[in-house]
């Protein structure tokens, strides 16, 4: 497994939780990273996704200001600070490493994936 996605839990809501991904392959070198989630029954969704260089992000828009997204390249890793979790963001969360610098919500331009980590928010 290139890529693994950890620190999910159980968490009431307005609590926060911090998801990290690292990466054993060096995918994410020059290429953007991505959050996505996936609930039961429901399409995987794009949550946010970070560049290269760490200047560009892009979140969906229920999750912005609440979700931050960050990496540190010189660890291989990636991270999502979730503040204020809502029931509604209760779902397997994925991080992905894109083909190319720029952060995109395009699922297609992610080929890189890791196994997920379950987040679950009690009301």
């Known amino acids: 497994v290139q890529l693994q996605a950890y620190g999910g839990g159980l968490v009431q809501a307005g609590g926060s939780l911090r998801l990290s991904c690292a990466d054993s392959r060096r995918t994410f070198s020059n290429n953007a990273v991505g959050w996505f989630r996936q609930a039961p029954g429901k399409e995987r969704e794009f949550v946010a996704a970070?560049?290269?260089?760490?200047?560009?992000?892009v979140y969906t828009d229920s999750v912005k200001g609440r979700f931050a997204i960050s990496r540190d390249n010189a660890k291989n890793a990636v991270y999502l600070q979730m503040n204020n979790l809502k029931p509604e963001d209760t779902a397997a969360y994925y991080c992905?490493?894109?083909?190319?610098?720029?952060?995109?919500?395009?699922?297609?331009?992610?080929?890189?994936w890791g196994r997920g980590t379950q987040v679950t928010v009690s009301s």
């Open positions: 970070i560049g290269w260089r760490g200047g560009n992000t």
């Open positions: 992905a490493s894109a083909r190319g610098s720029v952060a995109t919500t395009d699922i297609s331009r992610y080929p890189y």
